[in-house]
């Protein structure tokens, strides 16, 4: 059985002056071999941003971090709006299942 980690971000964003909430506009996964590459992706990340824990209802559980920034896309000529990065990790265990295909297939697929 092989261990992997997975990085997940969800984006989220709010224009800068508004009083509204944060809205969500994607997300990214990352897998990663081991925890200390997933350490190391994200200090080179996040280094310069401001960091809050993230809480699962109820606040008892702490299950990752919020990195908030400045962001704008130089490439549009767009004007900059507050980002938050909600990042959480993930440990996969997988593991080959054999013979699959003769429950859940009616003929061979070639």
């Known amino acids: 059985m092989k261990t992997y980690y997975e990085v997940r971000i969800n984006h989220q964003s709010k224009v800068i002056g508004s ?7 994607g997300e990214t996964r990352k897998p990663f071999s081991d925890l ?3 350490r190391k992706f994200l200090k080179e990340e996040y280094s310069k941003c401001k960091v ?3 809480y699962q209802d109820p606040k008892e559980t702490e299950c990752g ?3 908030s920034f400045i962001n704008q896309d130089w490439g549009h000529n767009s004007k900059p709006w507050y980002q938050q990065d ?3 990790i993930y440990q996969h ?3 080959r299942i054999d013979g699959w295909w003769k429950k ?3 003929k061979e697929v070639i």
Not at 19 to 25: A, D, I
């Open 19 to 25: 009083k509204g909430n944060y809205q969500g506009f």
């Open 36 to 38: 200390e590459a997933a």
């Open 52 to 54: 809050s824990r993230m």
């Open 65 to 67: 971090r919020i990195y």
């Open 86 to 88: 909600w990042v959480t």
């Open 93 to 95: 265990k997988l593991t």
């Open 104 to 106: 859940y297939l009616k």
